[in-house]
């Protein structure tokens, strides 16, 4: 049995009983990103006013609201932008949580983005922050990877395993703004190298992570 991400087969493994040891089968991100998106070094990621991005469907259990407050705190003082891609049905909300908050100079709803477009957007920003709720997958996750931005996801979601905190991203409890403000912060006061080190490390990752390598895992899985 194979499942969707580790923290799914973690959960099972609680009840279940395997006859063969349960395997994780996650999704890959298109072998051609690694040779189109990687190829060339992406700036460094920045020591203060930083270019932060969140990608996903304005909805509810994606907790952006959460974000947007967390961001604007963690960041308060600096000339940090926000760009939110997406598009949902509460956008009107967060428009008015942004005005409200009088965040227009930083906080941005972009809507909707082309793929590959994304990519660039992605390698232009230092933090990616998605910290949905019940996540079984996320690609943009791995795809943010691989543009080296610094990853802030979801304990218990899709990618928990695949990052691994402090080393090539940070997890936080989804929803919990308190949390995602310390991780913020955090990744704030870590010294250039360290941001290198773990940007670097993000890439090595997703670079892995690819539509081959995860086919090449199901078979090796579906033959044993």
């Known amino acids: 049995i194979g499942f969707r991400s580790r923290a799914a087969m973690d959960v099972a493994k609680e009840y279940m009983r395997f006859k063969n040891p349960p395997f994780v089968c996650s999704s890959g991100i298109p072998d051609d990103y690694v040779e189109k998106y990687a190829v060339s070094g992406r700036p460094a990621i920045r020591d203060r006013d930083y270019k932060v991005i969140c990608v996903g ?8 609201d959460v974000t947007i407050s967390a961001v604007s705190t963690a960041f308060e003082g600096t000339d940090y932008s926000f760009d939110i891609v997406g598009v949902g ?19 941005h709803l972009s809507g909707r983005m082309p793929r590959e477009q994304l990519q660039e957007k992605m390698r232009d920003s230092d933090i990616f922050v998605l910290i949905s709720s019940n996540e079984v997958f996320g690609m943009v996750y791995v795809e943010a990877m691989l543009q080296g931005c610094i990853v802030v996801a979801a304990k218990f979601s ?29 990744i704030d006061s870590l010294s250039s190298e360290e941001k290198k080190r773990v940007s670097d490390a993000a890439v090595q990752t997703a670079m892995k992570q690819t539509e081959t390598n995860t086919a090449e895992c199901y078979l090796r899985n579906i033959k044993r």
Do not use: M, W
Request: hydrophobic share 30%; glycine share 12%; aromatic share 6%.
């Open 57 to 64: 469907r304005l909805v509810g259990y994606k907790n952006i």
């Open 89 to 107: 049905p509460l956008e009107e909300q967060f428009k008015t949580q942004i005005k409200s908050g009088k965040l227009e100079q930083h906080v």
């Open 158 to 186: 899709g990618v928990d395993g695949i990052i691994v905190d402090g080393e090539n991203g940070f997890l936080c409890e989804a929803g919990n703004e308190e949390e995602l403000k310390t991780v913020l912060k955090k």
